[in-house]
C-alpha cells in the first residue's frame, strides 16, 4: 500500500512542478504533453501488471506441475528441476520484455521534445 501512495504522491509532484517550471510555453502544447504522458504511464502501469500477472500465474503453474511430476517420479527429478528451470526463465523474460516496452513507453516516446519544453528544458541540453 505505501509504494502505491508513494507512487501516485510522486505523480502529483511530477505535474504539478511541471505546470509551474513551464510558464512561458504554449499552454495548448503544455496540455497536449501532458495528457500524453499521463498516457503512456497509465497504459505502461496496467501493461506491466498484466504482464506480472500473467507471469506469476504462468509460473505458479509451471512449479506446482514439476513438483507434481517429481512426486510421482523421483528419480526424474534432476532433469524435471532443469526443465523447470529453463522454462521459468522462458517465461521471466516475457515479463522482461514487458517492462521494456513499458520504460520505452515512458521515457522515448515520440512526444519526448513536447515533454521536455512541458517540463521546462531545453531541447539541447
Do not use: W
Not at 506480472?52 to 506446482?64: D, E, H, N, P, R
Request: proline residues 2%.
Amino acid at each position: 500500500m505505501s509504494r502505491k501512495v508513494g507512487f501516485l504522491t510522486a505523480l502529483l509532484v511530477l505535474g504539478l512542478s511541471t505546470l509551474a517550471l513551464a510558464a512561458e510555453a504554449d499552454p495548448a502544447v503544455q496540455a497536449e504533453g501532458l495528457r500524453f504522458f499521463m498516457y503512456s504511464a497509465v497504459a505502461a502501469g496496467f501493461g506491466i501488471a498484466i504482464a506480472a500477472f500473467g507471469t506469476g500465474l504462468s509460473q505458479g503453474m509451471a512449479v506446482k506441475s514439476s513438483v507434481e511430476g517429481v512426486a510421482r517420479n523421483p528419480e526424474a527429478s534432476g532433469k524435471i528441476t532443469v526443465t523447470m528451470m529453463i522454462g521459468l526463465a522462458m517465461i521471466e523474460s516475457l515479463c522482461i520484455y514487458a517492462l521494456v516496452i513499458c520504460l520505452i513507453l515512458i521515457y522515448a516516446n515520440p512526444a519526448s521534445k513536447v515533454i521536455q519544453a512541458f517540463v521546462g528544458m531545453a531541447a539541447g541540453h
